[in-house]
Each structure stands twice: as structure tokens, then as C-alpha cells.
């Protein structure tokens, strides 16, 4: 199975290398692409020499834009299998095999945390966000849901092809699924652990959360009500 | 001269530039017609006061020019809606353009290693 990992990079030299050196290690069979977001750093040059092919943006789209890049890159070269990763180094290498093993019975497979980070603040309003999200996608989608916010991913063919014509703009890991489920893919969780950041900080501040419910809470419900047909020469 | 007569030549004068726009392509045909229409309803509109007046009371409005804040209010919001679904369609679009040619960059990057 040609497999692709797809890592969204802004300003990640700090982490890049050892995400790509640990992918290498546990999945060494799998092609690397960094989506360089229009980084300020060396992100694009640390990635070219860790041996990862580098698409880099000419200005930051955000995560949105930047992820279906990835995606769009997959369904141009033929993958079979396309993996999101963060370039932070919160998802760990060493559970991508677990990852691809899923992959050929499911158009997508969510690596879904058991560990959470520990630091008190974030964690009380990041759990909350994880297990409201969880229960409204459920409530939606009629499908079990533990972790809809994760952004450690699989997707096979179908889904590349999906999310090469629509992709959520900004925090699109939620709505992505319900996207999905709304054009009959099958996806499925799987546990897998996750480390505390190692560089960099979380993108979401207070006054962003409440930004986030609201504008995802609003996608999810648009979502579901949705036909998605793209219109000729934009996305729909 | 009257506020009247003022008003006739002033939605005149709107609707000349809106066509003049148009015809030195300062300005799409598909967004100028919502101020052709808004320029002839203002026309119609200084051309009869009447109407207004047979409007207003028609809805029990007492002050009749209230009736024209309220519907240049109400055009305001409609093309400022109209403006954010083309920003909405630009955005798409300049995103497409910014993916399809990143892809396309690094493609062409690796080739010219290749060789």
C-alpha cells in the first residue's frame, strides 16, 4: 500500500526533525510531506534535509487549506493511504502502524487519546470541548464518537478523493467527520497515545474557544443538513 | 429650486455614474444591477413623493420619509450580504489557486533536481 504522511508545518523548526526522524524509524516504508504554511522559520529547509518532500504555501492559508494541500498532493500521485500528523510531535510515530493496519477495512481511522496532557487549564476546557464535541457528532452522525477533535488520522482512497474537493477551513477535524459519514464512509476509532507537546504552544487561547464552539457547532449542524456538491471551479 | 428637484437630479446623476461605471468596466454588469434597480427606485421615488406618502400610511408609518431610511437600510444589508458571498466565492477560488500551484511548484522543484 503506498502510503503518504501528511504534517501541516507553521513555524515548526523546533520539532520538525524529530517527527519526521521518528516516522522514518516506525514507518519507514511511508512517503513524507510536510505542508509548509508559509513558515517565517526554517521549517522548509529543516524538512527538505530530513529527507521530506516540502510543499511550501506562498502565504499561511491556515490549517484548513494547508491539510487539503496534503490531501490534494495524495490524490495526485496515486496513495493509497494518506496519514495526518502534527508537526508539534504530540502524535507519536510509533502508533502509525497501528493506523495503517485499519486502513483497508476503513475509509478512515481516528487515532482517538487516552493520555491527555496534564496541564490543569487547558486540560479542564480541552476535555470539556473533546466530550461536547464527541456527543453532538454522535448525536448527528448516529455513530459512536469518543475523540472528534483528534487530528491523528488515516485516510484511504475515498477519502482523499472527498477531502481533495472539500475540506473545512479553519478547525476542521470536527466537521471533517460529519462530511464523511454524510457521503457514506466508514470510519472507525482506534486508542492511541499521544505525548505532550514538545515546541510550541496550543494555536487555542480563551477567547479562541469560544470562537471555536460556536463556529464548529455551527459547521456540524450545517453539515449534516448538507448535500455537497461541488460546483464547478470552486468547493462546495 | 426644491428638495424635490434636488433629489430628481441627484438620483439622476447616481444612475449616469453607475452606467458610466460599467461602461469604462470600473464595474462587473452582475453587480451593477442591484445599483441600477436601487438608482431607479430612488428616481421613481424623487419623480412622486406621493408614492412614499401612499406607502407610508398604507403601513401606518406617521412620518413618511422614515420610509426611505428604512428601505435604504434594508438595501444596504442586502448588498453587503450579496458583497460577503463574493468574498466567500474569492476566498475559495484564491485558496484553489494558492493549492494548485503550490503542488505544482514542488513538482517542478523535484524535476529540476532530477536533471
Same mark, same amino acid.
Given at each position: !500500500?503506498?502510503?503518504?504522511?501528511? &504534517? ?11 517527527? &519526521? ?10 512517503? &513524507? ?33 494547508? /491539510? ?15 496519514? #495526518?500528523?502534527?508537526?508539534?510531535? #504530540? ?33 479542564? !476546557? ?17 455513530? $459512536? ?67 471555536? /464552539? ?7 449542524? /450545517? ?5 455537497? $456538491?461541488?460546483?464547478?471551479?470552486? /468547493?462546495? | 429650486?426644491?428638495?424635490? @428637484?434636488? %433629489?430628481?437630479?441627484? %438620483? *439622476? ?5 453607475? *452606467? ?11 453587480? %451593477? ?9 430612488? @428616481? ?9 406618502? +401612499?406607502? +407610508? ?11 426611505? *431610511?428604512? *428601505?435604504?437600510?434594508? @438595501?444596504?444589508?442586502? @448588498?453587503?450580504? =450579496? ?7 474569492? %476566498? ?18 523535484? =524535476?529540476?533536481?532530477?536533471?
Amino acid at each position: !500500500m503506498k502510503t503518504l504522511i501528511i &504534517i501541516p508545518a507553521y513555524n515548526e523548526e523546533g520539532s520538525i526533525v524529530r517527527v &519526521i526522524q521518528d516516522i522514518n524509524e516506525h514507518a519507514p516504508e511511508a512517503d &513524507i510531506v510536510v505542508v509548509n504554511d508559509g513558515s517565517t522559520d526554517r521549517t522548509e529547509a529543516l524538512a527538505l534535509a530530513a529527507g521530506a518532500h516540502v510543499l511550501t504555501m506562498p502565504f499561511n492559508v491556515g490549517i484548513g487549506g494547508g /491539510m487539503q494541500t496534503g490531501y490534494m498532493y495524495a490524490r495526485n500521485n496515486g496513495y493509497d493511504v494518506a496519514i #495526518q500528523m502534527d508537526a508539534d510531535g #504530540q502524535h507519536a510515530a510509533e502508533e502509525l502502524p497501528k493506523l495503517i493496519s485499519r486502513a483497508s477495512e476503513f475509509d478512515l481511522v481516528i487515532g482517538s487519546r487516552f493520555v491527555e496532557e496534564t496541564s490543569f487549564r487547558s486540560s479542564v !476546557m480541552r476535555r470539556i470541548g473533546i466530550i461536547f464535541f464527541s456527543k453532538l457528532v454522535t448525536l448527528v452522525t448516529r455513530q $459512536k464518537f469518543t475523540d472528534t477533535t483528534s487530528g491523528f488520522r488515516a485516510a484511504g482512497k475515498k477519502v482523499i478523493a472527498l477531502y481533495s474537493d472539500y475540506y473545512p477551513m479553519d478547525y476542521p477535524e470536527v466537521e471533517s467527520i460529519v462530511y464523511l459519514i454524510r457521503k457514506g464512509c466508514k470510519i472507525t476509532e482506534v486508542a492511541t497515545e499521544m505525548r505532550a507537546r514538545e515546541t510550541g504552544r496550543s494555536s487555542i487561547t480563551p477567547l479562541k474557544s469560544v470562537y471555536y /464552539m460556536i463556529k464548529v457547532t455551527l459547521a456540524v449542524l /450545517m453539515s449534516a443538513t448538507r448535500q455537497h $456538491k461541488p460546483k464547478a471551479g470552486e /468547493m462546495g | 429650486m426644491t428638495i424635490y @428637484f434636488l %433629489s430628481v437630479i441627484l %438620483s *439622476f446623476l447616481f444612475l449616469v455614474i453607475v *452606467f458610466e461605471l460599467v461602461r469604462l468596466q470600473k464595474l462587473k454588469e452582475q453587480y %451593477s444591477l442591484l445599483w441600477i434597480l436601487f438608482g431607479v427606485i430612488l @428616481f421613481i421615488i424623487s419623480l412622486n413623493v406621493k408614492f412614499i406618502e +401612499a406607502l +407610508a400610511s398604507w403601513l401606518g408609518v406617521k412620518y413618511a420619509p422614515a420610509m426611505l *431610511f428604512l *428601505f435604504g437600510l434594508l @438595501f444596504c444589508f442586502a @448588498f453587503i450580504l =450579496h458583497l460577503t458571498m463574493v468574498v466567500t466565492k474569492l %476566498s475559495n477560488q484564491v485558496l484553489r489557486l494558492t493549492q494548485e500551484l503550490t503542488i505544482r511548484k514542488e513538482k517542478e522543484s523535484r =524535476h529540476g533536481q532530477n536533471d
